[in-house]
């Protein structure tokens, strides 16, 4: 099991920086811990992506539609998400730099106008 408290690897803190320079702009999105030491990503009651470790390496899964999460896994450097795919979830694993950051703006965004309440807006 994870520790909540634990302290975040400086590869999590720089992806979480670039994940911030994302969903900052969208409005109405909150970071929060939890009990594993995830940091998840959410507006209002929907989470959008959730940062972790998978044997010592950053870990981002985002949500997504079962069809956009077909197509990345076909693609390659993502994979299903365990526990949670079924659902859509889909995750690339890496630092900052090994990150595909334009597929996962798409992804973030689009979850982000999918699910965020209306009152949050889309910060366009």
Known sequence: MGDANRKLTAAEEGVLRRLRRI???????????????????????KTLAMLGLNDG???????SDLTT????????????????????WVSIDGTVKQMDWPVIEDVLVATYRAVAPKRTGTGD
Do not use: N
């Not at 390659?76 to 859509?88: D, E, K, N």
């Open 57 to 63: 390496v950053p870990s981002l899964g985002l949500k």
């Open 23 to 45: 969903y900052e702009p969208l409005g109405g999105v909150v970071e929060e811990r939890d009990k594993f030491g995830h940091v998840a990503i959410r507006v209002g009651k």
């Open 69 to 88: 999460q077909a197509l990345l896994v076909e693609r390659g450097g993502f994979y299903r998400t365990p526990y949670v795919g079924q659902h859509g």
